[in-house]
């Protein structure tokens, strides 16, 4: 792109190929991996995103504009189950409840329950 201000998320075979756990890859080695994210990618077609940070076309120092995102998301957080049970008994309470469930992302979701957690 000839800039150094530029970041990257891109696919690559297998999520062209739609396989169906494949990721995103993003900067400095990171990745999206959860649930096939470069499947999703793949299926429109969309080999990379390019951003660039030499214009803000949005100005993040819009006041009202924050104030209606923060709020937005406050009350759906307030409506999800998850953060009830986080509020109300931590993380480490959340983590529990999933163990009893069997919806543990033991060994990179490999397995869903780990019997000593208690």
């Known amino acids: 792109m000839g800039n150094r201000k530029v970041s990257v998320a891109c696919i690559g075979p ?4 739609l396989i169906p756990f ?5 900067d400095h080695g990171h990745v999206a991996a959860t649930n096939g994210p470069g499947t999703v990618m793949g299926s429109k077609k969309i080999k990379a995103i390019v951003i660039t ?5 949005v100005d993040y120092r819009d006041e009202a504009f924050n104030t209606e995102i923060r709020k937005a998301f ?3 957080s307030d409506a999800s189950h ?8 931590g993380t480490c309470g ?7 469930l ?4 033991i060994k990179n979701y490999g397995e869903d329950y780990w019997p000593t957690l208690e």
């Open 22 to 26: 494949s990721l995103i890859f993003n």
């Open 82 to 89: 998850t953060a009830h049970s986080v509020k109300a008994a």
């Open 102 to 105: 069997y919806a543990l992302p």
């Open 14 to 17: 297998a999520e062209g190929n």
């Open 94 to 100: 959340h983590f529990r409840s999933l163990g009893k």
């Open 53 to 57: 940070n030499d214009k803000n076309e």
């Open 74 to 76: 406050l009350e759906a």
